[in-house]
Nanobody, 114 residues
């Protein structure tokens, strides 16, 4: 069974940083493009970062230059380093496979507030 489990969220002040983790099981991330998504209250889920390979990444305009997606193949885990956080980054963050996504995990809540 393919599964993803997100962690690392929390409450952070504007300008702060967080690193989210996504542990995958049942499928090897090394051979699969991965994405980080978020869903803010009252809004649709949106893709914010995508890793096709180690050298091919994409970021949404709202997070470009502040967020970095990476992965540890040995741990089968994807990360999202979030810097210079803004209140508008407040959302539940999810990860998933870009191709043949699995069921959504619980996500991890990020709250940016002073």
């Amino acid at each position: 069974q393919v599964q993803v489990v997100e962690s690392g969220g929390g409450l952070v002040q504007p300008g702060g940083s967080l690193r989210l983790s996504c542990a995958a099981s049942g499928r090897i991330i090394r051979f699969n493009p991965m994405g980080w998504y978020r869903q803010a209250p009252g809004k649709q889920r949106e893709l914010v970062a995508r890793m096709i390979s180690e050298s091919i990444t994409w970021y949404g305009d709202s997070v470009k230059g502040r967020f970095t997606i990476s992965k540890d193949n040995a741990k089968n885990t994807v990360y999202l380093q979030m810097n210079s956080l803004k209140p508008e980054d407040t959302a539940v963050y999810y990860c998933n496979f870009i191709n043949s996504p699995t069921g959504w995990g619980q996500g991890t809540l990020v709250t940016v507030s002073s």
